[in-house]
């Protein structure tokens, strides 16, 4: 499993406030998450964010309250991988849990800059900024938790195996 796309650069302790901002918590629709993601951080992001582009942040992205509407929003809206330093660990599970690619790499988050082209190998957990020529090495995905991102989601792999 691969993950290709240009990158949107945020820093440290992106909250789930900011993701997607409490007043749209009344939906629990992607596509309308989709609409509001990110905007009170980056108000051109539901704009400019295309199918496949990755998202990298420094430390604690995601901390804050532990809705799963926002790993929802994100991957509504394109976004095929998260790549941070570090991810608050509510938001970690949260994300593999409806199979939102995420992977924790201090050296990558800080190399790689908005706009970047970078692609992502799940497999082995090589992150490669095409627009350097520069790698990589984050913790590659154990099997199974690449088999909950393939099934989109920890319910549909469940049900997949009865």
Do not use: W
């Not at 993601?37 to 539901?46: G, H, L, N, P, W």
């Not at 970078?118 to 090589?126: L, Q, T």
């Not at 590659?140 to 009865?162: D, H, T, V």
């Amino acid at each position: 499993m691969k993950a290709n796309g240009t990158v949107f650069k945020y820093g440290d302790n992106v909250d789930t406030d900011v993701i997607i901002p409490a007043r749209y918590l009344n939906s629990s629709d992607p596509a309308e998450l989709a609409q509001h993601c990110m905007e009170d951080i980056d108000k051109e992001f539901v704009k400019k964010v295309q199918k496949g582009d990755i998202i990298v942040a420094n430390k604690n992205f995601g901390c804050g309250s532990s809705r799963e509407h926002a790993p929802i929003a994100i991957k509504a809206a394109g976004v095929s991988c998260v790549i941070a330093e570090t991810f608050a660990r509510i938001f970690y599970r949260n994300s593999i849990n409806i199979g939102l690619p995420i992977i924790e790499c201090p050296e990558a988050a800080q190399n790689i800059e908005a706009g970047d082209e970078v692609e992502v190998d799940f497999d082995s957990g090589i992150i490669t900024n095409k627009t350097k020529g520069t790698s990589f090495k984050g913790q590659a995905f154990p099997e199974f938790m690449q088999k909950i991102i393939k099934a989109e989601g920890l319910i549909n792999y469940i049900n997949s195996q009865q």
